[in-house]
Nanobody, 115 residues
Framework: QVQLVESGGGLVQAGGSLRLSCVASGSIASINTQGWYRQVPGNQRELVAS???????YVSDSVKDRFTISRDNAKNTVFLQINSLKPEDTGVYYC?????????WGQGTRVTVSS
């Protein structure tokens, strides 16, 4: 089992920045990939960035000039740095972890960007 706890969301003005954090606990060594998903009301959850066990990162083309994913192994934490926030970034951001047995999800952290 893997438990994920996100934090760092909030209300920000357009142009601002946020850093989201996802702390993992449990069977951490089993995790192959961790990622951040975004869900906008009325839309499906979409992958915005991921980081593999070996360190390879992926960031969606739609946000790659503004979003950065990173990891602190000592703190079992994955970060999503979001710069130049836009109103369309508003949504709930979920942390995900995948191991050979299951997908795990956090409870989500809400980001609201005002124009």
């Amino acid at each position: 089992q893997v438990q994920l706890v996100e934090s760092g969301g909030g209300l920000v003005q357009a142009g601002g920045s946020l850093r989201l954090s996802c702390v993992a606990s449990g069977s951490i060594a089993s995790i192959n990939t961790q990622g951040w998903y975004r869900q906008v009301p009325g839309n499906q959850r979409e992958l915005v960035a991921s980081i593999a066990k070996g360190g390879h990162t992926y960031v969606s083309d739609s946000v790659k000039d503004r979003f950065t994913i990173s990891r602190d192994n000592a703190k079992n934490t994955v970060f999503l740095q979001i710069n130049s926030l836009k109103p369309e970034d508003t949504g709930v951001y979920y942390c995900n972890a995948v191991n050979p047995y299951a997908d795990y999800w956090g409870q989500g952290t809400r980001v609201t960007v005002s124009s």
